[in-house]
């Protein structure tokens, strides 16, 4: 017997979940509804099916295929425009020459079909309808019957006043093919409401089989939560995937369970989930395929789709999340919350009891959400941040967006163009990169490959070299779970922000240049690009009498790719190293990240025991150093650029200086002093370069660890500063420590306050208004001079956050100006 599966429904009420994918699609317990309906019927030797479509058909055609993968044989019929439910079939009706039965792919069910079949064939029926008997039968269509079980009526959608039954209708019939003369061709028709009415009316026989087992119609999102706890509490026969390692616990392949996470069944876990240490699974919780949850997160009843991130801390109650959602660090969605596919919900932001959110929508870091989120996009993030684009390594950055970005990159430039690209020690950055290398190539650009190399290496590269334009790829400072892919131009600087929004406008129209198979590009392995790099440090230099001095230096390499560069160039300076971790490694890069105060106490030991000039802890990537002076002391990045200032003036007192606008104003005292002049920057280190490059700037620095000797390259370059710095120290004949010592005292504090995105300008109007008494200084932000001190006051580009940075003659002074300007703040945000 030939079987028909009604999936032509969009299923308005369950949406977000049904906003981009069709209703018999919606996963439970991680398969497709459908599914399900299509195993029911193999289970009772339905394997002829013809499966009605028309939302989104295709994703339905695309997961089923012809319907050999589920040991059946399966044709579509598609509706272009909705026919109703018996409109549908009757679009089927050349397949449908002999009895057939009809159900539809929406619904939970273990009915006996075969037992339907043997009640309709026994009775002689011109049709039966399979009836199930509810509590509350008024959402459904009521079927009322004779005793011999023959049908009286229908009564559809009834109230209480009348409801004479609880018998409803549960959308599977059986029916001969004389039925289709009920059914006119290409009209809105429906079984209960049109057909069956007509059949009784004509007198033929209409069969009410009362059935057993479990049917739900899963039309609401608190019915398709109930669905999942039916399943899991076993109300309901149908298969659940995965091995069941405890009662009512179900493990996925490939899985990863933290022994430290806490697991209370009923629960599924799919396939290559991975939940960490400290995570809380409670009851009636699912988790799809590929979900990660993060250390100490807790999910109670939450449905969780394919492919989401759950962060650290998050808590999700009785929550429903859509595919490819990404909930950070702390984020709350408590019961009844409904995420649809791609929502990106920032940390602490927490979604209140009922709301809504649809597909591809953003909730801010912070924010409070009451109500649903239906049309607006409150306040989409932007590709890029400060240093490029950011996301959690194959979470938010994958294989597909890396292409994707490398197409719009390369679609940006010129046909034939050539992009040098490197990555760091990490196997994320060399897997992410061979991703770029492919969508650069697709796009017509060309690629010259310096493989595994510093940031500014790839600079130097790029400007030395016949490249418009650089990417590199490189895990995150401080997170070995987070990815930066960063874009240079033809200068080897960061790319501007009208290069950025180009970018942006590409990947998201999907407008890449496609290029021909004869204009694929090519991929070349530049020779020598080290000895080049070495070679023009060298020149920055004095090498001879930077080797008279013989220095002694300890350096840490972080187990990065400067391994690979700063032995060649101090080797040309005659300097003797004694070498921490002096190779690069991909594991030990990402742990090192977290044993950074330890690594250097262990280079304050050595510099101190060997006799050393100086200690350097480079960052893996290259471009910031720790220093630590031949006393072993620290240098905090205040320290360390006061002191590389007062040695740039002391050897060229009329330098020109390029300084962001939050330094402390015991910088401007010392180029004075010397007769150096200060050009003031904003914050960004992009800015910071361009001033650098663009000007007569001899040194530029940040106050983040970040030094830029524009004779050699506009851009942070670690390996540069610890030669330049030998080169000072050997001219001066100075000790790094007695620099030290003679610098003044730093008196500096910082308040950040929470700000929405779109209160921001306020903010920034209100400052402005009561300071009109004080001289202000708009380079980045606002900067208000005080008697003695100064406050910045600066909004985040990324977060919604205002900083507030202060100066003044004391630590308290500082922090009392600070916690001022912070308290104005808050009172322009009430």
Not at 710 to 725: G, H, N, Q, W
Not at 796 to 803: C, F, K, Q, R, W
Request: charged share 25%; glycine share 8%; with cysteine.
């Amino acid at each position: 017997m030939k079987a028909v599966i009604l999936a032509g429904g969009e299923g308005t009420r369950l949406r977000p979940l049904t906003s981009n994918q069709p209703k018999p699609m919606l996963p439970m317990v991680n398969k497709p509804m459908m599914e399900h309906i299509v195993g029911l019927l193999a289970d009772h030797g339905f394997d002829d099916i013809v499966v009605t479509v028309a939302f989104l058909a295709n994703q339905i055609r695309n997961h089923f295929g012809d319907g050999s993968d589920f040991g059946v044989r399966l044709r579509y019929a598609t509706e272009e425009t909705p026919l109703g439910t018996a409109g549908s079939v009757r679009n089927a009706s050349a397949e449908l020459d002999d009895t057939f039965l009809v159900i539809a792919g929406d619904v939970l069910t273990d009915i006996d079909l075969s037992e339907i079949v043997k009640a309709h064939q026994a009775a002689g029926a011109f049709g039966t309808i399979a009836l199930k008997r509810v509590d509350n039968p008024l959402e459904f269509g009521i079927v009322i019957t004779r005793e011999d079980g023959t049908i009286e009526r229908f009564l559809e959608k009834p109230t209480w006043g009348q409801v004479f039954s609880d018998t409803i209708n549960t959308g599977i019939y059986v029916l001969e093919p004389d039925i289709f003369d009920f059914i006119p061709a290409d009209e809105v028709v429906d079984f209960s409401g049109d057909v069956f009415p007509a059949v009784l009316e004509r007198g033929l026989p209409l069969l009410g089989h009362v059935a057993d087992g479990y049917w739900e119609d899963v039309g609401t999102l608190e019915a398709y939560q109930r669905a999942h706890h039916d399943v899991l509490d076993g109300h309901v026969r149908i298969e659940v995937s995965g091995f069941e390692m405890a009662p009512g616990v179900w493990l996925g392949e490939d899985a990863d369970i933290d022994p430290s996470a806490r697991i209370q069944g009923p629960t599924v876990i799919g396939d290559n989930c991975r939940v960490e240490a400290g995570a809380e699974l409670r009851e009636y919780t699912v988790l799809g395929t590929d979900v990660v949850v993060k250390h100490d997160a807790f999910l109670e009843r939450a449905i969780v789709h394919d492919h989401v991130y759950v962060g650290p801390n998050a808590r999700l109650r009785g929550a429903v999340v859509g595919r490819s959602t990404d909930l950070r660090g702390h984020a709350r969605a408590e019961e009844g919350v409904v995420l649809g596919d791609e929502c990106f919900v920032g940390e602490h932001a927490v979604i209140n009891p009922g709301v809504k959110v649809y597909p591809f929508k953003t909730v801010e870091s912070g924010a409070i959400i009451n109500s649903s989120i239906v049309w607006e996009s409150r306040g989409a993030r932007t590709l890029f941040g400060r240093r490029g684009v950011r996301g959690l390594a194959n979470v938010d950055i994958t294989p597909e967006v890396a292409v994707r970005l490398a197409m719009a990159y390369g679609t940006s430039l010129k046909k034939g163009s050539t992009v040098t690209t490197s990555r760091d020690t990490s196997r994320v950055a060399r897997a992410l990169k061979r991703a770029i290398i492919g969508g650069l190539n697709l796009a017509a650009v060309g690629v010259d490959d310096i493989e595994l190399a510093t940031v500014p290496l790839t600079r130097f590269q790029i400007r030395n070299g016949n490249a418009q334009g650089g990417i590199t790829v490189r895990l995150a400072p401080g997170d070995p779970n987070t990815v930066e892919i960063r874009f240079f131009d033809a200068d080897g600087r960061d790319i501007d922000e009208a290069a950025q929004r180009k970018i942006e406008r590409l990947l998201y129209r999907e407008d890449y240049r496609r290029a021909f198979a004869g204009d694929i590009g090519d991929i070349v392995f530049p020779p020598r690009a080290i000895e080049f790099y070495s070679a023009a440090i060298e020149r920055l230099v004095d090498a001879p009498t930077v080797r008279a001095y013989g220095f002694k230096v300890v350096l840490d390499y972080s187990f990065g790719a400067s391994s690979l560069v700063l032995p060649t160039v101090l080797a040309k300076v005659g300097a003797d190293v004694l070498a921490v971790n002096p190779f690069a490694s991909t594991a030990s890069a990402a742990a090192a990240l977290d044993d950074y105060r330890s690594r250097v106490g262990r280079i304050i030991d050595l510099v101190r025991g060997s006799g050393s000039h100086l200690g350097l802890v480079l960052d893996p990537d290259g471009e910031t150093a720790t220093i630590i002076d031949d006393e072993g002391h620290v240098l905090s990045p205040d320290q360390a650029l006061l002191t590389l200032l007062t040695l740039v003036c002391e050897a060229k007192p009329d330098a020109c200086i390029a300084l962001p606008v939050s330094v402390s104003s015991e910088a401007e005292r010392i180029a004075t002093e010397h007769g150096a002049n200060i050009v003031w920057t904003k914050l960004s280190p992009a800015h910071i370069m361009e001033v650098a490059s663009d000007t007569d700037v001899d040194f530029a620095a940040s106050q983040e660890g970040g030094f830029i000797w524009p004779d050699f390259l506009p851009a942070y370059d670690a390996i540069a500063t610890l030669t330049k710095l030998l080169d000072l120290l050997a001219k001066t004949g100075r000790s790094l420590s007695s620099i030290v010592h003679r610098l003044p005292a730093v008196h500096m504090a910082h308040e950040a306050v929470a700000t929405p995105w779109e209160r921001k300008g306020a903010v920034m109007r209100e400052v402005v208004e009561r300071a009109k008494d004080r001289e202000l200084v708009l380079v980045d932000g606002v900067k208000l001079l005080h008697q003695g001190g100064w406050a910045l006051v600066l909004p985040d580009p990324e977060e919604p956050i205002t900083h507030v940075w202060a100066e003044g003659g004391s630590d308290n002074e500082a922090r009392q100006l600070a916690q001022e300007y912070a308290r104005r703040i808050r009172q322009a945000l009430r």
